[in-house]
Antibody, heavy 124, light 107 residues
Framework: QVQLQESGPGLVKPSETLSLTCTVS????????WSWIRQPPGKGLEWIGN???????KYNPSLKSRVTISVDTSKNLFSLRLSSVTAADTAVYYC??????????????????WGQGTLVTVSS | DIQMTQSPSSLSASVGDRVTITCRASQSISTYLNWYQQKPGKAPKLLIYAASTLQSGVPSRFSGSGSGTDFTLTISSLQPEDFITYYC?????????FGQGTKVEIK
């Protein structure tokens, strides 16, 4: 059974960089896409971006200038960095496996395994 | 961006009721539509993918249909554990977007 676990600081100061890691266990990170998704308290879900195990990425244009997603296949994990954070970035951050449906140039599929989520608060 | 609009935003129902939630996309997304349920304080759980395919382990009382811009999630007979929030999500184009959610409450 694939399991994902987010880790990282729960409190980040405004203007600094949020950094989270998602460790994958019970399965290999290889041959899959992986995602970060966030949810502000009491609100809906927002897709941040995807990464393929070979390193190619796709980001939400609304965050693209501030987001970097990277992968370390040797450690079976992938990471999120979000720079210049503000209070609007306060959210529960989830990592998820993004399984593709078919073979298309751009990832299309579904999020079938999720981490438990980690709350990141942006505050001084 | 493709906007996903769910209706209703909330509904009240009783155990055993048949419930239908609608999700409308602002442009055609073929069948690249997924449904999730989310319990308070927990991660979303995949129910249905590709508009109508039931995820492994999900009870058969859940079903999905639709293509293009209009989709539905149907729960044939509500169980006590189903009174939570449901989201649709499109993966047709970037950014991948979710509906605003539908909260199913006990009448």
């Amino acid at each position: 059974q694939v399991q994902l676990q987010e880790s990282g600081p729960g409190l980040v100061k405004p203007s600094e960089t949020l950094s989270l890691t998602c460790t994958v266990s019970g399965g290999s990170i290889n041959r899959y896409y992986w995602s970060w998704i966030r949810q502000p308290p009491g609100k809906g879900l927002e897709w941040i971006g995807n990464i393929y195990y070979l390193g190619s990425t796709k980001y939400n244009p609304s965050l693209k200038s501030r987001v970097t997603i990277s992968v370390d296949t040797s450690k079976n994990l992938f990471s999120l960095r979000l720079s210049s954070v503000t209070a609007a970035d306060t959210a529960v951050y989830y990592c998820a496996r993004a399984t593709a449906t078919g073979y298309t140039l751009e990832w299309r599929g579904y999020f079938d395994y999720w981490g438990q989520g980690t709350l990141v608060t942006v505050s001084s | 961006d493709i906007q996903m609009t769910q209706s209703p935003s909330s509904l009240s129902a009783s155990v055993g009721d048949r419930v239908t939630i609608t999700c409308r996309a602002s442009q055609s997304i073929s069948t690249y539509l997924n449904w999730y349920q989310q319990k308070p304080g927990k991660a979303p759980k995949l129910l249905i993918y590709a508009a109508s395919t039931l995820q492994s382990g999900v009870p058969s009382r859940f079903s999905g249909s639709g293509s293009g811009t209009d989709f539905t999630l149907t729960i044939s007979s509500l169980q006590p554990e189903d009174f939570i929030t449901y989201y649709c999500q499109q993966s047709y184009s970037t950014p991948k977007t979710f509906g605003q959610g539908t909260k199913v409450e006990i009448k």
